[in-house]
């Protein structure tokens, strides 16, 4: 059975916790391309247009769920791809598109992650920096796994760039003033005017110092 845009904004809306990530990843995939959902192929063309010689980079897909972003990667001849995600079942899913080496079950937030200092040449978080989900607190240790010169691609919809913060102050504060404290240096914004159901969304691209 379909499911159609009303039933898809229905499910989406009521997406808060791993409970409701565990009941609906058998259809999150139909949910998402029901709606257009953009965003994955915009950050695999920019990954590969960045990365495209070196197709063996050690990538994660941070907030991967069913791991729309890792089968677009793949797709342009990405080989070394890892995924992250708070919902086991949700990696179960994206397990079953046989493109990720390894999965690991976690939050993205303060909390430190399993994960070895200066791991991964990339680090992309595409649509997991949203309300009652991760926010900006999650960018210091987006930094500690990321190599000196690796990148951190984060895309979230226009209607969240002003939320979604920490301790007082937006995302885009929190994006600005790590780039003064030089963690990061942005490269790059790209708009995406159809992220999600017609919606507009943005790619930023960063470079860690």
Not at 160 to 179: D, F, P, R, T
Request: charged fraction near 25%.
């Amino acid at each position: 059975m379909s499911i159609n845009k009303d039933e898809s904004w229905a499910v989406i809306k009521k997406l808060d916790t791993v409970k409701d990530y565990k009941e609906c990843a058998h259809v999150y995939d139909e949910i998402f391309d029901t709606l257009s959902y953009s965003a994955p192929s915009h950050v695999a063309r920019a990954v590969n247009e960045l990365l495209g010689n070196e197709k063996d980079a050690l990538i994660l897909d941070a907030g991967a769920g069913t791991g729309l972003v890792g089968k677009e990667l793949h797709d342009l001849g990405f080989t070394n791809l890892d995924a992250l995600d708070g919902s086991q079942e949700m990696l179960n899913i994206a397990n079953q598109k046989g493109v990720y080496k390894r999965t690991i079950c976690d939050l993205l937030g303060t909390n430190r992650l399993d994960i070895s200092n200066d791991t991964y040449s990339c680090v992309l978080v595409v649509g997991t920096i949203v309300p009652g989900h991760a926010n900006a607190s999650c960018l210091p240790e987006l930094f500690r796994i990321t190599k000196p010169g690796g990148l951190v691609v984060i895309t979230t919809r226009d209607v969240h760039v002003q939320g979604c913060g920490h301790a007082g102050k937006s995302l885009a504060e929190w994006m600005g003033i790590h780039e003064e404290n030089k963690l990061w240096r942005k490269m790059e914004t790209r708009r995406v005017e159809n992220y999600l159901d017609g919606h507009a969304g943005s790619i930023d691209i960063f470079q860690v110092v």
